[in-house]
């Protein structure tokens, strides 16, 4: 049996886990707590970043069975948490209900996730509208996911803008693209957007270490750093770095490693290179460089 990749194994399974989108989670979460969720999202940034994994976990949420319990409140009930800030430690996703534990065995029959770059035309479009139309088997929500929105063509965005302006009450949609500039006004005005933003190297490197402990190995600070710089912001791609590289060092992984799996020139021979080139020794630079290489 093979071993499953990192950033799948150590997917978030809570808003907070989501690493560098705080400005997204924290929304979501007060949203959740009050039962004010919207019938459709829209996701724009980088790729690696999250923005999947955020509208995963709304999937999740939206059939928790701690939602339920906000969503059968009346309006007092519902401000009187929002001003609390919660109830009691009620937590949305609970990740212990039955919906929650079935959403992160991968048995989730109340989440369609579609990639618009090989479904992108109307036919695919049309098939959507139809099934949507239809109640939920399992739980009250049905979340459909359209991943790399940008790609649909345009009488397939008109044929998603009629659904988008009168969806069916169990029907929520996240629509999660790289190319904002492509998504056509009339589909962003009808959701609520929002823009990812690459995290910082640090908050990465955190992750990492993280990861890196729950496997048992030890993670120097120096080289979760340049992990992070390597895989430039990219939360994804920095995991699957740490499992390339734990691939040969699964003790102790160093900022030599990562230079030697990654190919990477050293610190040493980086510094040493900024100095000639500040010195103006451009022949022993030439050298520095045929040697590294």
């Known amino acids: 049996m093979s071993e499953q990749v990192l950033y799948r194994k150590y997917r978030p399974r809570h808003f907070d886990e989501v690493v560098g989108q705080d400005h997204v989670a924290g929304p979501l979460q007060n949203a959740f707590r009050i039962g004010r969720v919207a019938h459709a999202y829209l996701f724009s940034g ?23 319990k906000i969503s ?22 609970c990740n212990t209900c039955g919906f929650c534990r079935d959403f992160n065995q ?34 009250a929500y049905k ?17 998603l803008l009629k659904t988008l302006e009168e969806p069916p009450e169990h029907a929520v949609f996240v629509l999660a693209t790289t190319e904002i500039e492509k998504v056509p006004s ?20 955190g992750r990492l270490e993280t990861i890196a402990k729950k496997e048992g190995v030890s993670l120097d600070q120096d080289a979760g750093f340049l992990i992070a710089r390597a895989a430039e912001g990219g939360v994804r791609d920095a995991e699957s770095i740490l499992g390339q ?6 003790k102790i992984i ?22 000639l080139i500040v010195e103006k020794k451009a022949p022993e630079a030439l050298a520095l460089i045929r040697d590294v290489a």
């Open 143 to 159: 979340t459909y996911i359209i991943d790399e929105t940008h790609q649909l063509t345009k009488p397939a965005f008109d044929a």
């Open 46 to 68: 980088p790729r690696g970043v999250g923005k999947t994994t955020m509208a995963r976990l709304i999937a999740k949420s939206l059939n928790c069975d701690n939602f339920s």
């Open 245 to 250: 590289i734990m691939v040969v060092e699964d």
């Open 72 to 93: 059968e409140r009346n309006f007092d009930e519902k401000s009187s948490i929002r001003q609390s800030g919660g109830e009691g430690g009620l937590s949305i996703p």
């Open 186 to 205: 009339t589909i962003v005005s009808r959701t609520q957007h929002y823009q990812f933003r690459r995290p910082r190297a640090e908050e990465i490197a």
């Open 106 to 139: 991968g048995r989730a029959l109340a989440l369609m996730e579609i990639d618009a770059a090989s479904n992108r035309g109307i036919d695919e479009i049309r098939e959507l509208r139809e099934g949507v139309r239809f109640a939920p088997v399992q739980g």
């Open 254 to 275: 160093t900022r030599q490693d990562v230079e030697r799996v990654l190919g990477l020139p050293p610190r040493e021979a980086a510094l040493r290179m900024f100095g």
